[in-house]
């Protein structure tokens, strides 16, 4: 592994990025050709680990034309630390164009080291070539040394935890709040059925024939008994369809009811019926259906 | 011929008296159905109504239908009660004769007595109507005459007040029926009363109706057998029952009238006379019908004649009987039920 490079080259590449200082030429330069040293934007200095990115831009002015063609720098493995990728020509604001470099860190080292993105020389066609200097950065492992005594991954930060009673409070006044209104509201329910079962005809006779197989007389006339206070007068066989005249919703059952009164007639009073009996459980809960509809 | 065969056939008869007296009278159905109920039940009937709305001629046509004789007496201030029974005059030869009056001279052919405006008669003449409607005879010339298949028909005046003595309650609770003939709503049928001239000449009208349908000797026979044959179930007693209690504390069922105070308007109700008449009638309304057993409708169908004249108001209210009457039936109907 590499250790710190030297501190006077560090310092060098640091004055040649802050002062722009003309770089010497490289020695491949041909003499007639001016050498310009680049004005660079370099990243960070210091504090890079593995797989971080450092862009470099070079300004270029007006004209990217200038550059000389195979100017820009192939894109690849630079050294043991760093991959260059594909440079690319940017536009600012200003309308400025920049050679845009990165670079990505592909290796740590085991601690704290100094590396140099490399020197670059960028000719161009009608102008100076652009003299690119090194410039050091920092790099530094991800995990402290072998031996050392901090452990290999960091323990998690704590987190404070939140005062919740305040929302639990809040949550709880909400759901004992909804357990009441539920509470009343099937309060009110029972109530009203009771209240409906104590009062509406056909709910007290569709509860008391629930078990009702139509074979007791007591039945029978207790579906005749709501009949009756439901129309408010006696109702019977004859008058049954002025009945379903002044009641429209009942007349969807007309035909139980003639059937009913027909059937009725044959217990109490000895007619022959040709129909079979009617479901006294059926027609109590159709008319109470009924009741209900129009009740609302 | 078995009992059914008997009751079938004459049900053919009383429903064929009822078309034929059809014929004659018009736009009253109802009048017509309940004196045809009465015939058969052996009941008598007080008819009341409006002037001219043909009482006599239903009587008439009933009368001539049934078959037996038909006899008719004028209610008058000055009628006696000797008046029904015989007639003194003078023969041609200078002796005094006495004939049988108008309810002897029949004999036990007489089917149909008219007793027209039976409230201009007195009290005397009606109590002696009243005996030989109860027990179909009468005392005279020291014997009893028997007319068993008379039926008395009555008509009460209800216009003039002047001169004219009020049955008494007692007196109405004698006759099964008291029918309201009113004047037919019916605009065809008030245009063919007034413009057809087939109504206009009653005599030729009544000519129409076909005579003696019935053996009316027999008609005793028959209603006993109607009563032996149509049954009563247990509900329909209960039902009897109650509209009797009805009829008697109306309040306790919760029935109110229109500025009636209901603890003060019932004298009496009705008596049994009157109940056991409506059973007798409801009989024969269901073997009319055709059925041998009592629905509730047959009841309804004759309590409103039957119970009419029979609940007695206490006086601040018996003037307002015919107002009354009606109205209560109608909410006793209304209220007891059966089953």
């Known amino acids: 592994m590499r250790r710190a490079l030297p501190a006077g080259l560090l310092t060098l590449g640091l004055a040649l990025s802050l002062g722009g200082l003309p770089t010497a030429a490289p020695a491949q330069t041909p003499p007639a ?34 550059l000389a063609p195979k100017a820009l720098p192939e894109a690849g493995r630079v050294g043991l630390w760093l991959d260059r990728r594909a440079p690319a020509v940017e536009r600012d604001a200003q309308g400025v164009q920049w050679l845009r470099i990165d670079y990505q860190v592909i290796n740590a080292p085991p601690s704290l080291g100094m590396i140099r993105l490399p020197a670059l020389s960028l000719p161009t066609t009608a102008g100076p070539t652009l003299a690119v200097p090194a410039w050091p950065v920092s790099l530094g492992p991800l995990s402290p040394a072998e031996g050392s005594e901090l452990p290999a991954l960091q323990p998690d930060r704590l987190v404070a935890l939140r005062d919740t009673a305040a929302p639990r409070q809040a949550l709880q006044a909400a759901l004992a709040a909804l357990a009441a209104v539920l509470l009343a509201w099937l309060g009110w329910w029972t109530l009203q059925q009771w209240r409906e079962a104590q009062t509406l005809p056909f709910a007290r006779a569709s509860a008391r024939l629930r078990r009702a197989d139509g074979s007791r007389l007591d039945d029978w006339q207790a ?65 109470r259906q009924v009741e209900k509809q129009t009740a609302d | 011929m078995n009992t059914e065969n008997a009751l079938q056939d004459w049900r053919e008869l009383a429903h064929r008296v009822e078309r034929e007296v059809a014929q004659a009278v018009i736009g009253q159905p109802q009048t017509l159905r309940l004196i045809n109920v009465a015939t058969f039940a052996r009941g008598h009937v007080l008819l009341e109504g409006d ?182 179930s247990e509900t329909i007693e209960r039902y009897v029952l109650d509209l009797w209690e009805a009829s008697e504390t109306p309040q306790n069922l919760g029935i109110t009238l229109d500025g009636v105070d209901m603890n003060r308007l019932i004298l009496a109700g009705a008596s049994p006379r009157g109940m056991s008449a409506l059973l007798r009638a409801t009989r024969v309304v269901a073997w009319l019908d055709g059925r041998l057993h009592v629905e509730p409708d047959d009841v309804r169908a004759v309590l409103p004649a039957i119970l009419g004249h029979r609940i007695f108001f206490t006086p601040i209210y018996e003037l307002r009987r015919a107002e009354l009457a009606g109205a209560l039936i109608a909410r006793i109907l209304d209220r007891v039920a059966a089953p």
Not at chain 1, 37 to 60: E, K, S, Y
Not at chain 2, 154 to 172: C, I, P, Y
Not at chain 2, 217 to 227: G, W
């Open chain 1, 223 to 287: 579906l005749h008994e709501a009949i009756n206070q439901s129309a408010g007068r006696v109702v019977h066989a004859a008058s049954l369809a002025r009945l379903v005249e002044e009641r429209p919703a009942w007349k969807p059952l007309h035909a139980e009811l003639e059937a009913f009164f027909a059937a009725s007639n044959a217990r109490f009073f000895g007619a022959a019926s040709a129909r079979p009996d009617p479901s006294l459980r059926a027609l109590a809960l159709a008319l």
């Open chain 2, 51 to 232: 002037v001219g709305v043909g009482k006599t001629t239903v009587l008439r046509a009933f009368s001539r239908a049934i078959g037996g004789d038909f006899e008719r007496v004028e209610g008058t201030v000055d009628l006696m009660p000797g008046d029904l029974i015989y007639h003194t005059y003078v023969d041609a030869e200078g002796r005094p004769r006495i004939d049988p009056g108008p309810l002897l001279r029949h004999g036990e052919r007489l089917t149909t007595f008219f007793f027209n405006e039976i409230n201009r008669a007195r009290p005397q003449v009606q109590s002696l109507l009243l005996r030989a409607m109860a027990e179909r005879t009468v005392s005279a010339f020291n014997r009893e005459y028997r007319f068993p298949h008379m039926t008395v028909f009555a008509d009460r005046n209800k216009v003039e007040k002047e001169e004219t003595f009020e049955l008494a309650s007692a007196a109405r609770d004698r006759f099964m029926f008291e029918l309201n003939m009113s004047k037919p709503t019916d605009r065809s049928i008030r245009r063919a009363l007034v413009f057809d001239t087939a109504f206009h000449d009653t005599e030729a009208l009544i000519a129409q109706v076909a005579p003696a349908l019935l053996p009316a000797e027999e008609l005793n026979t028959i209603a006993a057998l109607i009563q032996k044959s149509v049954r009563t």
């Open chain 1, 33 to 66: 050709q001016r050498v310009q040293a680049a004005q660079v934007m370099q990243p960070r200095a210091f504090g890079h680990v593995l797989g971080d990115v450092l862009t470099q831009r070079v300004r270029l002015g007006q004209g990217a034309e200038a």
